[in-house]
């Protein structure tokens, strides 16, 4: 009988998620109202929650990965 390890991290996926979607709003608030350093702001935060995102997906893999091999 296998036994089934792989678990995926859904919470840094989802705060990943989170942080894209708030920083896309964020950037658009900004633009509308000229708001130059909230536009920054909501670029960063939409890149960072891209990159959260990223890690989070590979992080997976990797444990996918390791248990494949147990």
């Given at each position: 009988m296998t036994q089934i390890l792989?678990?995926?991290?859904?919470g840094t996926q989802t705060?990943?998620?989170k942080h894209e979607v708030k920083g896309v709003a964020k950037e658009a608030f900004g633009?509308?109202?000229g708001d130059k350093?909230?536009?920054a702001a909501g670029k960063?935060?939409?890149h960072a929650g891209?990159?959260?995102k990223a890690a989070g997906?590979?992080?997976?893999?990797?444990?996918?990965?390791?248990?494949?091999?147990?």
């Open positions: 792989w678990r995926p991290v859904m705060e990943g998620t633009k509308v109202t350093g909230r536009e960063v935060e939409k891209k990159m959260e997906k590979a992080a997976d893999k990797a444990r996918h990965e390791v248990d494949k091999h147990r």
